[in-house]
């Protein structure tokens, strides 16, 4: 499975970006879905995820209510809605995909996609 991360680019504070990522050669359909980023000087850190039937989504403390993940496995993509952005929100952003139980924790996932740069300007 490859995966195409794209919506990024810049945005000035308190607007919105819709980040996707799309994939190829195989289908997302058992797959939980997840979002991470890595801001500059910093580690990758969890962001959001769905599970691989929609059915459970999670987020990182600092994003709860900002962003909202979702996923239209007829389109094989995950999408992740980002509001009220703010300059911390300032990252690349990678999608992954992965068959494990726990789907929060990069270790357990697969598949990478490139990432896309999302840059929010005061």
């Known amino acids: 499975v490859q995966l195409q991360a794209s919506g990024g680019g810049l945005v000035q504070a308190g607007g919105s970006v819709r980040l996707s990522c799309a994939a190829s050669?195989?289908?997302?359909?058992?797959?939980?879905m997840g979002w991470f980023r890595q801001a500059p000087g910093k580690g990758r850190e969890f962001v959001a995820a769905?599970?691989?039937?929609?059915?459970?989504?999670y987020y990182t403390d600092s994003v709860k209510g900002q962003y909202t993940i979702s996923r239209d496995d007829a389109k094989n993509a995950v999408f992740t809605q980002m509001n009220s952005l703010k300059s911390e929100d300032s990252a690349v952003y990678y999608c992954?995909?992965?068959?494990?139980?726990?789907?929060?924790?990069?270790?357990?996932?697969?598949?990478w996609g490139q990432g896309t740069l999302v840059t929010v300007s005061s």
């Open positions: 050669g195989g289908t997302l359909r058992n797959y939980g």
């Open positions: 992954a995909a992965g068959r494990a139980a726990s789907i929060t924790i990069d270790k357990t996932f697969s598949y």
């Open positions: 769905i599970s691989w039937d929609a059915g459970s989504t």
